[in-house]
């Protein structure tokens, strides 16, 4: 018997210096995770109503090789496609509809620009709509589509105006000084002549095409809370390029130096184009404009939003202090070419374009087991769902236990190098106490052979 338990303990030896050898050999592989053998003692003829008190073991056996699925070091790495989770969960891989789980992220894009590992497998996640929205609920191959970034025609101005309520007025009328006397014109409005106006802004607003157009609004003080507004686009008139007779507003402040009354002057033009309706402003059949090959003026055959541009002026103020915009911003911009990438905390990619706009493209999804230890190795750093593991439960990063993810970052092997090397001693040692054993062993039968 002693030959077969030194036997036994030479085979659990050699599987702890297995074990321990792939540790060591994993030191450096991204998200592995360290293994641990574990060994259970043998009774011959063992039953539920255990054995005799005096039977001596049969040796040992290895009751399991069970994963450490303790967390890694997140090293930082630079490259915006590294994804490292801190806390529990895995990265979903897909290979043609066989899902994986893994904890290394060192993702790339492909060919048609999908996250993949360097095995081709595609990341899943969840898609974004047009508008940057997360469509949860079904996961889909990851994707950063490079595609340009579609314009979008301004169709609302808001503004933080101040009107400086003490500036000098530049009336509409004055007297002639006759007797008696007659009302006439004061100074014209001039966009040239700074003389015929209080303060201008100038604001860039985009057409359909995504071409960029500066309006600009004059501000004239005509007498006590009184102001009158004129707005050009690229200096011509916003519905008739040919003229460049600006569109009339007139606004009336309260004591308190909140808006009033406001009105448009529609003398030469109609209602439906230039209108207010709760403070705002309503500009509807913009005609973008350019100079054309002549030189002349034309429509650039773009168009502005069919729903019209709105110039809100609920923010506008008349104090007494400088005539000034405390804040501004349109909802317009120009075609965007993808400029970078960012992941948050959350596994949301966000895409950065050259027109100063961001918008989310997906988000990435995490799966979390009820038992780790059921999950089977499949090789690459990879895990697959079985039996004993439970199915996954999958979301978004941050949700319920899942943990965070760490972009530009990858999780180190979770191995400690100084407790492996101590393993293989004790391995090495646990190996030649066994092979002692059966040498013994050998010894006293060669004994009893020669008194025969």
Known sequence: MSFNIGLSGLYAANKQLDVTGNNIANVNTTGFKSSRAEFADVYAGANRLGVGKNQV?????????????????????????????????????????????TRAGAFQTNKDNFVVTSDGLRMQGYAADANGNIIKGVMTD????????????????????????SAADIPLQVSNGATPPVMVPNKPFDPADQTTYTKSFPTKVYDSQGNEHTME????????????????????????PASTTPLTGT?????????????????????????VTNNTFSLVGWVPAAKNAAGTWAANGSAGNAAGMRLSMNSTTSYSTETARMSQSQDGYATGIL??????????????????????IGQVAIASFANEQGLQQVGGTRWKETFASGIPGIDTPKTGTLGSVESNSLEASNVNLTQELVELIKAQSYYQANAKTISTESTIMQTVIQMT
């Not at 891989?93 to 789980?101: A, E, F, V």
């Not at 990619?349 to 961001?358: D, G, H, L, R």
């Open 57 to 101: 073991g049969n040796g040992v056996r290895t009751a399991a090789v069970s994963q450490q699925f303790a967390q890694g070091d997140i090293n930082n790495t630079g490259n915006v496609l590294d994804m490292g989770i801190q806390g529990q969960g895995y990265f979903v891989l897909s290979d043609n509809g066989s899902l994986s789980y």
């Open 142 to 165: 990851l994707k950063i589509d490079t595609s340009a970034l579609a314009p979008k025609s301004t169709t609302l101005v808001d503004q933080g105006i101040n009107l400086n309520s």
């Open 217 to 240: 609004q004059f501000y004239r003080k005509t007498g006590q809370n009184q102001w009158t507004m004129y707005t050009l686009v690229d200096g011509r008139n916003p519905l008739d």
């Open 251 to 275: 606004m009336s402040f309260n004591a308190d130096g909140s808006i009033k009354t406001m009105a448009t002057d529609n003398t030469s033009v109609p209602a439906a184009n230039w209108s």
């Open 339 to 360: 400029s970078s990438l960012s992941i948050d905390s959350n596994g949301v990619m966000f895409a950065s374009f050259s027109n100063q706009q961001s918008r989310a």
